[in-house]
Nanobody, 130 residues
Framework: QTQLEESGGGLVQPGGSLRLSCAAS????????MGWFRQAPGMEREGVAA????????YYADSVKGRFTISRDNAKNTLYLQMSSLKPEDTAMYSC???????????????????????WGRGTQVTVSS
């Protein structure tokens, strides 16, 4: 079955950096648009970033654009999120996710912007605080 396991979270000072990883198994990782979302207590899930199957295109929320970079290694079935210039408002549980679509031709960006999260892991906590 589909399994996603995130790691790399922690406590970091404002302006610091973290690299999150997501190990995927149970499905053909290289054929899926993948992404990250975050959720802070009392808040809705926010799509953070997404990446196409081959990694040639990436998409970001306006709140993280220019600070976060999503990437993938299909040979290792692993998704990454490099986070830099972190702010206290980035504090949240971060989860990697697959997306749901009614058609296999649905663009990755469409699935990301519509927050069509399908399967996700337990998440890794990121806390930005001095």
């Amino acid at each position: 079955q589909t399994q996603l396991e995130e790691s790399g979270g922690g406590l970091v000072q404002p302006g610091g950096s973290l690299r999150l990883s997501c190990a995927a198994s149970g499905f053909t990782f290289s054929t899926y648009c993948m992404g990250w979302f975050r959720q802070a207590p009392g808040m809705e899930r926010e799509g953070v970033a997404a990446i196409t199957t081959g990694g040639d295109s990436t998409y970001y929320a306006d709140s993280v654009k220019g600070r976060f970079t999503i990437s993938r290694d299909n040979a290792k079935n692993t998704l990454y999120l490099q986070m830099s210039s972190l702010k206290p408002e980035d504090t949240a549980m971060y989860s990697c996710t697959t997306f749901w679509a009614s058609s296999p031709r649905t663009p990755c960006e469409t699935m990301f912007r519509s927050r069509a999260f399908d399967y996700w892991g337990r998440g890794t906590q990121v806390t930005v605080s001095s």
